[in-house]
């Protein structure tokens, strides 16, 4: 099963809020699916508790921090969702001065590898770029977010230098309550065989952001191309060749063998 977005929310009660914020999870999430959540909260710093998020699913399944940036005023979040969590409502708490926040739903993600290749970079203004990844598994789902903690700076044109290319914004939350911040996740998938992204780019108001990169692996990683198989073989015949021309002796034990004969009529 191809990994695909299902679905997606950002803050809205209330519309742009300083310290709190509820988002409610949507109605069409299947058991399996992967959510993460994304928070700016503007004046966070690295002596503050990470901001809190939780939902009124109950307890056995919180929501697991990722990664934030080094002063907490970007943090990333996931958990996967059972029987019981569409419709819920997710609360961000414990921001500071500027909050906003939204959530992403991933369908056929890998079942117990939720992410990998996670990077954060803390971005001066004008510095609207990421370095790439190469993700761990072919098809995965490449992740972008950006937090802006300068201004409610709206964000565009994300992409990647090489593979997947342009991606798709998926929500965009910009917040004025306070001093103003904001947030974005755009994502696409890689078609092809694993591959350097190439840097991430995407334009905007110059201003100070966070940014977090990431890819999710499908379910099932797809099988190589038949190209892979054409190397490997010509790489045995080569090395076969090279073997028997040096007068060595190759040998090819057979670990397990069955047989079967079906009973006679």
Same mark, same amino acid.
């Given at each position: 099963m #191809? @990994?695909?977005?299902? &679905?997606? *929310?950002a803050s809205t009660n209330p519309l742009n809020p300083t310290v709190s914020c509820t988002i409610l999870i949507p109605a069409d999430v299947q058991a399996g699916d992967l959510l993460f959540a994304q #928070? /700016? +909260?503007? *004046?966070? /710093? #690295? /002596?503050? =508790?990470v901001l809190r998020v939780v939902d009124t699913e109950g307890a056995g399944n919180a929501w697991i921090v990722v990664t934030t940036s080094a002063d907490r005023t970007a943090s990333l979040w996931y958990k996967y #969702? &059972? =029987?019981n969590t569409s419709s819920k409502v997710a609360t961000f708490s414990t921001a500071i001065n500027s909050l906003t926040a939204?959530? &992403? @739903?991933?369908r056929g993600a890998?079942? +117990?590898t939720p992410f990998s290749n996670v990077t954060v970079e803390e971005n001066v203004s004008g510095n609207e770029t990421h370095a790439g990844i190469f993700p761990d598994s072919a098809s995965s789902m490449i992740c972008l977010g950006v937090y802006n903690i300068g201004n409610d700076n709206a964000v565009a044109n994300q992409s990647t230098g090489t593979n997947p290319g342009a991606l798709l914004e998926l929500w965009e939350k910009l917040s004025s309550g306070g001093s103003d911040c904001a947030c974005v996740h755009a994502s696409q998938v890689q078609t092809t065989d694993r591959a350097s992204t190439g840097a991430f780019t995407w334009t905007q108001t110059n201003n100070t952001t966070r940014s977090i990169v990431w890819a999710v692996p499908p379910d099932v990683p797809p099988p190589p191309p038949a190209a892979d198989y054409i190397r490997i073989t010509n790489t045995l015949q080569g090395l076969g060749s090279g073997l028997m021309a040096a007068g060595a002796? @190759?040998?090819c034990r057979i670990v397990n063998f069955y047989s079967y004969m079906p009973d006679a009529a």
């Amino acid at each position: 099963m #191809a @990994i695909s977005n299902v &679905t997606s *929310n950002a803050s809205t009660n209330p519309l742009n809020p300083t310290v709190s914020c509820t988002i409610l999870i949507p109605a069409d999430v299947q058991a399996g699916d992967l959510l993460f959540a994304q #928070a /700016t +909260s503007r *004046n966070h /710093t #690295a /002596t503050n =508790a990470v901001l809190r998020v939780v939902d009124t699913e109950g307890a056995g399944n919180a929501w697991i921090v990722v990664t934030t940036s080094a002063d907490r005023t970007a943090s990333l979040w996931y958990k996967y #969702a &059972t =029987a019981n969590t569409s419709s819920k409502v997710a609360t961000f708490s414990t921001a500071i001065n500027s909050l906003t926040a939204g959530l &992403t @739903i991933y369908r056929g993600a890998h079942t +117990s590898t939720p992410f990998s290749n996670v990077t954060v970079e803390e971005n001066v203004s004008g510095n609207e770029t990421h370095a790439g990844i190469f993700p761990d598994s072919a098809s995965s789902m490449i992740c972008l977010g950006v937090y802006n903690i300068g201004n409610d700076n709206a964000v565009a044109n994300q992409s990647t230098g090489t593979n997947p290319g342009a991606l798709l914004e998926l929500w965009e939350k910009l917040s004025s309550g306070g001093s103003d911040c904001a947030c974005v996740h755009a994502s696409q998938v890689q078609t092809t065989d694993r591959a350097s992204t190439g840097a991430f780019t995407w334009t905007q108001t110059n201003n100070t952001t966070r940014s977090i990169v990431w890819a999710v692996p499908p379910d099932v990683p797809p099988p190589p191309p038949a190209a892979d198989y054409i190397r490997i073989t010509n790489t045995l015949q080569g090395l076969g060749s090279g073997l028997m021309a040096a007068g060595a002796r @190759i040998e090819c034990r057979i670990v397990n063998f069955y047989s079967y004969m079906p009973d006679a009529a």
